[in-house]
């Protein structure tokens, strides 16, 4: 398990773990899970990114401050590269479509 320590934009001091099959990155407060992203390893060689974005939650009082983005952008420092995503295949939300289009222009996501 890998663990990373950050403050959150209202200063909740949040922890990320990957868990040991590298398969989901929960985030915590105090103990309690505020967020999550789950993920899959590409076994494709011709694979645009090294893992594929299946699942991403945060709790309701916790979105806007950062966890979904700090999420995804360590999970993909650890796995080495940007994470792919299918646009297509996930719930829709003004919020999340721009969260991707963030994290496109950061590098972070590929579709």
Known sequence: MRTFIFKDRAAHVIIIEIDDDGNRAVA????????????????????????????????????????????????????????????????RSAEFDTLCSNLMHEGLLVR
């Open 28 to 91: 915590s407060h105090r103990t309690e899970p505020v967020g999550w992203i789950e993920f899959e390893h590409c076994s494709n060689s011709s694979a645009k990114a090294p893992v594929t974005l299946l699942d991403a939650y945060v709790v309701p009082g916790y979105r806007r401050n950062g966890i979904a983005h700090t999420l995804i952008s360590y999970v993909s420092g650890e796995m080495g590269g940007p994470i792919q995503i299918d646009l297509a295949s996930h719930s």
